[in-house]
């Protein structure tokens, strides 16, 4: 038998221990191989609707954040402020355009499809015509939202053949919000839902909206393949870094970039330090997000091995080191890789240096699926 085996018997991870705080570039992921890692919000508010801001703020709030690109989605089908600000749907996109330019950042032109029975709120991203959205369905949309007593179902499809004629995308919106009282998954992805996702139409859920996780969209996600989003759909200003983000992996910082990625569900979210996707992409984005060394200690004659995990993204990571040695000083192996700081362990007790070792990690916070955390494995070289 050879001595790397014995060697990696005998070790113990005995110490985990912060060293010092770096300031990187990058805000909240790097990129990943192959992709540019964007920040993104694609369902806001503003005075044009029933929000209570201007839409330069909305690009000002974006630039403080760190944001990539943004769509502000004005509901087609309520006007908040009729008497003050005359109707014309692209004035605000038109606004919010000039001061985004400006600073960067890409804007989506979108709306908020929001009738109060299926398929309620509904985003179209990457509209090219805001004049162009029908709501037959509404009795009265000004300063208040009065739908009519007989409803026809084509009513409330038009405005998403409307979007299907744009080559737009579509992304339910906080399903089981509010007004509708539903009472199970079934009533939340009805038959206009399935027929807009046979038809090619509906492509995404939101999984967060503001601040709230919500279970039975990612339960919706995984079900109907469809790409994740985390909004903040803010209505007022937002506090610095406060709202949830849709990470876009994208080909490029371009529109074109971010619709192939959005129309082929390479997107995670977010939120309140949590990271929710499917797992290739997340296992990617935290892989990026770690820079590991190591370094050789001779210990009285008995080897040590010290692992440097520096993390560079803006979340801190929950994790759970398992290794097939003995975590006598860690607890269950757990610990925190804390933002922009380096975490040290130290492999005790190495009687000869493998080559590489492998830490199995189960990352808490990084969620792939309603039931599961990401559980996966850095292999780390010896050097
Ligand atoms: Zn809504
Ligand atoms: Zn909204």
């Known amino acids: ?19 010092y705080a770096q300031k990187t570039d990058a ?4 990129d990943i191989p192959g992709y540019k890692t964007l920040a993104g919000d694609f369902h806001m508010h503003t005075v044009f609707s029933d ?6 703020l909305r690009v000002q709030e974006a630039a403080r954040d ?8 004005e509901h087609t089908d309520y006007e908040g402020y009729a008497d003050d600000i005359e109707r014309n749907r692209e004035r605000g996109y038109e606004i919010a355009l000039e001061e985004a330019e400006k600073r960067g950042i890409l804007l989506i ?8 029975v299926a398929p309620y709120h509904n985003n179209v991203l990457f509209a090219t015509d805001l004049d162009a959205f029908p709501y037959g369905y509404m009795k009265d949309s000004q300063g208040t939202f009065i739908m009519k007593d007989n409803i026809k179902e084509s009513e409330l499809l038009a405005p998403f053949e409307a979007a299907e004629k744009q080559g737009a995308f579509v992304l339910y919106n906080h399903p089981s919000y509010g007004w509708w009282v539903p009472s199970d998954d079934r009533e939340l992805f009805t ?5 807009l996702l046979e038809r090619g139409l509906l492509g995404g859920v939101e999984v967060v909206n503001g601040g709230r996780y919500n279970v039975i969209a990612h339960r919706m996600a995984m079900k109907y393949d469809l790409t994740m989003f985390g909004n903040s759909d803010a209505h007022w200003g937002l506090p610095e870094n406060s709202r949830p983000i849709t990470i876009v992996l994208a080909k490029d910082k371009t529109q074109e970039g971010v619709r192939e990625a959005i129309f082929n569900r390479r997107t995670a979210v977010y939120s309140n330090n949590m990271l929710i996707g499917r797992t290739p992409h997340v296992d990617a984005l935290f892989k990026a997000s770690l820079d590991i060394t190591t370094k050789k200690i001779d210990a009285k004659n008995r080897p040590q091995l010290e692992i440097s995990i520096y993390n560079k993204s ?5 994790v759970n080191f398992k290794t097939d040695f003995i975590l006598d000083v860690l607890p269950l192996g757990k610990t925190i890789l804390k933002s922009k700081e380096t975490t040290t362990l130290i492999l005790d007790a190495v009687w000869e240096y493998p080559e590489t070792t492998t830490l199995k990690v189960e990352v808490q916070n990084i969620v792939v699926s309603p039931e599961e955390h990401l559980k996966t494995e850095l292999i780390v070289p010896v050097r």
Request: hydrophobic share 45%; net charge negative.
């Open 109 to 116: 032109k979108g709306v908020e499809i929001s009738p109060r």
């Open 1 to 19: 038998m050879k001595m790397q085996l014995i060697t990696l018997t005998c070790l113990v991870l005995c110490a985990v221990t912060p060293i």
């Open 191 to 195: 038959d206009i839902h399935q027929n």
């Open 51 to 56: 929000g209570h801001v201007w839409p330069t």
């Open 314 to 318: 803006d979340m801190d990571f929950d």
């Open 27 to 30: 805000r909240w992921f790097p």
């Open 66 to 73: 760190g944001l990539d690109v943004i769509a502000i989605t």
